[in-house]
């Protein structure tokens, strides 16, 4: 089976769903959470303005356009991103969705415990009409998927210490994948089934119809066999020294095996971290992996 750009990253979004979820899979996968713990270890100061932009790149050279993000944080508090109405550009002039920190998230997620000192920004979120669009397109629902909100989490020691850490992860814990796929092959199965016993009851135009229908069911079966058993690996970059502006750099790379070929999706998030009350000095920059 060749698939289209569409149906491509439509299992991109698959797999970055499955990989960033908002249930983090029970613990494997949680790229958004290493993210702001890595936030939170480097602010050294009260508060941390950030800015940043993510490029996608998936087999053949096919890429997203850019897009950016900003908000603050402060250090050591329990803090998570969400989407924000209010999208910002990059130094380049590029325009795309922007994520900010939201405390009240935190204090639901947290309890209250410590949540009050969280982050600042703006939180308000996306009207329904822009939300239905961005989900439209599996080209923006890629995006949408990478300002999911993730748990909140606390200041991590061991990533203040700057340097390389890379993290391996499945898209789900082995059981969870086993129950998954047999539960979409018996959901598929009884699809197929179900249709052949109509298209054989159908006149000509309905049984070329229902034919095509089965088809896509069928591909859109593999795509999500392909995307429970994707491997992802994170690669995060804190730039050495502790000070501030500071670097960092998450390189999130998706691999599955799809029509009894290897594909493979590598994303690259810059953040220019810079001093709240000197947020003009440093912009956000992007690389393509």
């Given at each position: 089976?060749?698939?289209?750009?569409?149906?491509?990253?439509?299992?991109?979004?698959?797999?970055?769903?499955?990989?960033?979820?908002?249930?983090?899979?029970?613990?494997?996968?949680?790229?958004?959470?290493?993210?702001?713990?890595?936030?939170?270890?480097?602010?050294?100061?009260?508060?941390?303005?950030?800015?940043?932009?993510?490029?996608?790149?998936?087999?053949?050279?096919?890429?997203l356009?850019?897009?950016?993000?900003?908000?603050?944080?402060?250090?050591?508090?329990?803090?998570?991103l969400?989407?924000?109405?209010?999208?910002?550009?990059?130094?380049?002039?590029?325009?795309?969705?922007?994520?900010?920190?939201?405390?009240?998230?935190?204090?639901?997620?947290?309890?209250?415990?410590?949540?009050?000192?969280?982050g600042?920004?703006?939180?308000?979120?996306?009207?329904?009409?822009?939300?239905?669009?961005?989900?439209?397109?599996?080209?923006?629902?890629?995006?949408a998927?990478?300002?999911?909100?993730?748990?909140?989490?606390?200041?991590?020691?061991?990533?203040?210490?700057?340097?390389?850490?890379?993290?391996?992860?499945?898209?789900?814990?082995?059981?969870?994948?086993?129950?998954?796929?047999?539960?979409?092959?018996?959901?598929?199965?009884?699809?197929?089934?179900?249709?052949?016993?109509?298209?054989?009851?159908?006149?000509?135009?309905?049984?070329v119809?229902?034919?095509?229908?089965?088809?896509?069911?069928?591909?859109?079966?593999e795509?999500m066999?392909?995307?429970?058993?994707?491997?992802?690996?994170?690669?995060?970059?804190?730039?050495?020294?502790?000070?501030l502006?500071?670097?960092?750099?998450?390189t999130?790379?998706?691999?599955?095996?799809?029509s009894?070929?290897?594909?493979?999706?590598?994303?690259?998030?810059?953040?220019?971290?810079?001093?709240?009350?000197?947020?003009?000095?440093?912009?956000?920059?992007?690389?393509?992996?």
């Amino acid at each position: 089976m060749t698939l289209n750009r569409r149906s491509k990253w439509t299992l991109a979004a698959l797999c970055a769903l499955a990989a960033i979820g908002p249930a983090g899979c029970a613990g494997v996968g949680r790229e958004q959470e290493t993210l702001q713990a890595a936030l939170t270890a480097l602010a050294q100061e009260p508060s941390l303005a950030f800015q940043g932009s993510v490029e996608v790149q998936a087999d053949g050279g096919l890429s997203l356009p850019p897009f950016a993000f900003a908000g603050a944080a402060r250090a050591g508090a329990a803090v998570t991103l969400r989407p924000s109405s209010q999208a910002t550009a990059a130094s380049s002039g590029r325009v795309g969705v922007a994520a900010a920190v939201d405390p009240s998230a935190a204090r639901a997620e947290t309890g209250g415990a410590g949540a009050a000192s969280g982050g600042v920004g703006d939180a308000s979120p996306p009207p329904p009409e822009a939300a239905a669009l961005a989900l439209r397109d599996p080209l923006r629902q890629l995006e949408a998927l990478t300002a999911q909100p993730p748990a909140a989490v606390r200041w991590s020691p061991e990533l203040a210490k700057g340097g390389q850490r890379v993290l391996e992860a499945e898209a789900a814990p082995e059981e969870l994948r086993r129950r998954l796929a047999l539960q979409y092959r018996e959901q598929g199965q009884a699809l197929a089934a179900a249709l052949g016993r109509r298209q054989a009851a159908a006149g000509p135009a309905e049984a070329v119809a229902l034919a095509a229908l089965a088809q896509r069911s069928a591909a859109q079966l593999e795509e999500m066999l392909a995307a429970l058993d994707a491997k992802a690996t994170y690669r995060l970059w804190i730039s050495p020294g502790g000070g501030l502006p500071g670097r960092l750099e998450v390189t999130t790379a998706i691999s599955y095996r799809l029509s009894g070929a290897e594909h493979r999706e590598t994303s690259v998030a810059a953040y220019q971290f810079r001093r709240a009350d000197n947020a003009a000095d440093t912009a956000a920059t992007g690389s393509t992996s």
